[in-house]
């Protein structure tokens, strides 16, 4: 089974920030990535998909990079939208998630 | 818009079972893959189970191979997961997600509410 592992897995940071998130996986799973963000009490919202094509309605301060085994989610100026908890997916092999990494306010 | 809704979560006893459904819209259903990625209380998004668009093909998590059946009626636009001998561990909310395409590629791309299944004596 393919692992995920991210990192950190809390991110104090403030507004106009620019901040990004690193997603390793335990092989290659090639450009089979995802990001999703969720806040309290709701759904993910898929971002990204194949690691580096942002979702219709995504803003684009978000962006993602990377290949093989690791990859980042990248926020060009934090907005006060965007305090959530980011997840990665491989879905190279099955649709394992990262454990998360939760961005705080600074 | 497409839509999905998650019903039938609930408190159930060990070793009882319980079925979920997902009611879609919005979108032709028959077009795409669906799958159900749970979520404990306060943890990680974990996948349990994906179908195909004509149910050609299935997959699950080991932690539910052999308990959980996943299925979907094209007909009525509905996936449905039976969950048999339930355990603690079971205990998450439960979403149905849609995929991006038809066969079992494992990408989401819209998801459901969530309905909650708690399993407790």
């Known amino acids: 089974d393919i692992q995920m592992t991210q990192s950190p897995s809390t991110l104090s940071a403030s507004v106009g920030d620019r901040v990004t998130i690193t997603c390793r996986a335990s092989q290659s799973i090639t450009n089979l990535l995802a990001w999703y963000q969720q806040k309290p009490g709701k759904a993910p919202k898929l971002l990204i998909y194949?690691?580096?094509n942002l979702e219709s309605g995504v803003p684009s301060r978000f962006s993602g990079s990377g290949s093989g085994t690791e990859f980042t989610l990248t926020i060009s100026s934090l907005q006060p939208d965007d305090y959530a908890t980011y997840y990665c997916q491989q879905y190279n092999s099955m649709g394992t998630f990262g454990q998360g990494t939760k961005l705080e306010i600074k | 818009e497409v839509q999905l809704v998650e019903s039938g979560g609930g408190l159930v006893q060990p070793g009882r079972s319980l079925r979920l459904s997902c009611a879609a819209s919005g979108f032709i259903f028959d077009d795409y893959g669906m799958y159900w990625v749970r979520q404990a209380p306060g943890k990680g998004l974990e996948w349990v189970s994906g179908i195909s668009w004509n149910s050609g093909s299935i997959d699950y998590a080991d932690s539910v191979k052999g308990r959980f059946t996943i299925s979907r009626d094209n007909a009525k636009n509905s996936l449905f997961l039976q969950m048999n001998s339930l355990r603690a561990e079971d205990t998450a909310l439960y979403y149905c997600?849609?995929?991006?395409?038809?066969?079992?590629?494992?990408?989401?791309?819209?998801w459901g509410q969530g309905t909650t299944v708690t399993v407790s004596s």
């Open positions: 997600a849609k995929g991006r395409g038809s066969s079992l590629t494992w990408d989401m791309d819209v």
């Open positions: 194949q690691v580096s």
